[in-house]
């Protein structure tokens, strides 16, 4: 499925919208168009916290602002801020404004509704010309994991170590299959608890359904998937001490920025590196440099999470 844009019955702004069924991702980021710049959601992917998952909000807002902007122009930057938990049982509606239309680029925002006016996001969405130019780009570490072919690496549920039990009770990271994302680690230890002087997370990822080639779905699905898993790197270093004294640790997303370098595909493997460089006052960031299978770097993504303890 290459259209973003479906013709499904439209759901009314009260009316619950049906739980995504894992298969076609394009159900799910596919809006349903209100007018000509307010597009609805069809349907809704809940997270361990029982709300919107917010990979389905960036994709759906990057969804939204890529069907007001001519199709010669492709997403650059995606930068996002959540301002609230969206609710499962009721659609979200996409508001996009112009912000540019210049010979180059196009800039949109896009605000999330829910509701009488509840805001759960607002976005600004870049799309640009390609252009001839010089090009360069960092080379992968030696370390991130691109000589270790995803296909061997274990999933989540193959994980078996005590550590595990730790992370889920104190992080509600859950190490369970994912009906729509296929994601394997190349270094095990990553996912566990333990020491680290600069916490960090390698990760290969790839939606499991097959796309065609059209890339507005497929930048939008990579931000479906950037924000999965992502801000664990935040908090990994935290859960020995924490789960020590049982205590627990709310995450949650706060803002999340995506810039896309290069063409990608997300049913395709994309390893993620994944840093921490600070967690304080509640706060913890993210960043990740992300490789194709042949060592491009295809983006690079960030994201500022919640840490909040709880008894």
Known sequence: MDTLSAEPKIPSEREKPPEWDGREIGDL??????????FRSQCAETN???????????????SAATET??????????????AA????????????????????????????????????????????????????????????????????????EHIDHPGVRDVERTLNY???P????????????????????????????????????????????????????????????HVSAMAERDARLYVASLNHTIWFHRSLRSDAWLLFDCISPSGAFGRGLATARVFSRAGDLVASAAQECLLAPTA
């Open 178 to 237: 994912h009906r729509a994302i296929d994601m394997r680690a190349p270094f095990v230890e990553d996912l566990l608890p333990g020491k680290y002087a600069e916490p960090r997370m390698r990760f290969w990822i790839r939606l499991r359904q097959t796309l065609g080639d059209g890339p507005d779905l497929h930048a939008a699905a990579f931000a479906y998937l950037s924000d999965y898993w992502i801000n664990f790197a935040a908090c990994i270093a």
């Open 29 to 38: 980021l596919g809006l349903a168009q209100m007018s000509a710049s307010r």
């Open 174 to 176: 859950m190490y369970r």
């Open 69 to 82: 902007v001519s199709k010669d122009r492709f997403a650059s930057c995606l930068q996002l801020v959540f």
């Open 85 to 156: 938990g969206g609710l499962p049982d009721q659609a979200i509606d996409f508001e996009v404004q112009t912000l540019q239309e210049g010979k180059r680029f196009s800039a949109r925002n896009v605000r999330g509704l829910q509701g009488a006016g509840r805001i759960l996001c607002d976005a600004c969405v870049t799309f640009a010309k390609a252009l001839e130019s010089p090009a360069h780009e960092a080379p992968p570490p030696s370390d991130c994991g691109l000589d270790r072919n995803p296909e061997d690496c274990p999933a989540l």
């Open 48 to 62: 361990e916290h029982g709300r919107v998952y917010g990979g389905q909000i960036l994709g759906q807002a990057l």
